[in-house]
């Protein structure tokens, strides 16, 4: 395994959590989703890879969404919000994510 390799098993196991991290601050578009993630090369993520996960959070009952009129004369927006379950969802993965930093942390200093 190369580190393109590893980055992208690293990248696809993180995505969801990064995503629903930012709907934890406020409702969004996939657009703007894929915005915010460019900021951040090594979790940066394309149409195909965005909308799918953002379907497919919405079915598991993390995401609702909702359709917005623009006022620039744009096509409505679909926004997606975070639901109670995806809070708490956030919550688990967010003590999982620390445990888990604070081993490879606790491992690097060895």
Known sequence: MNIEDWRSQI???T????ILLLFAKGDRYGY????????YPVIAAKESTT??????????????????ETTEGLP??????ITDSGKDYVQ???LEWDSLIDAI????GA
């Open 15 to 18: 995505l969801e959590f990064c």
């Open 51 to 68: 909308y799918p996960l953002l379907r497919r959070l919405e079915k598991d009952g993390y995401l609702c969404s909702y359709w917005q």
């Open 92 to 94: 688990l993965i967010s």
């Open 76 to 81: 409505p927006r679909k926004y997606y919000s």
């Open 32 to 39: 703007e989703i894929m915005s915010n993630l460019a900021k």
């Open 105 to 108: 942390n606790d491992m690097k």
């Open 11 to 13: 990248r696809r196991g």
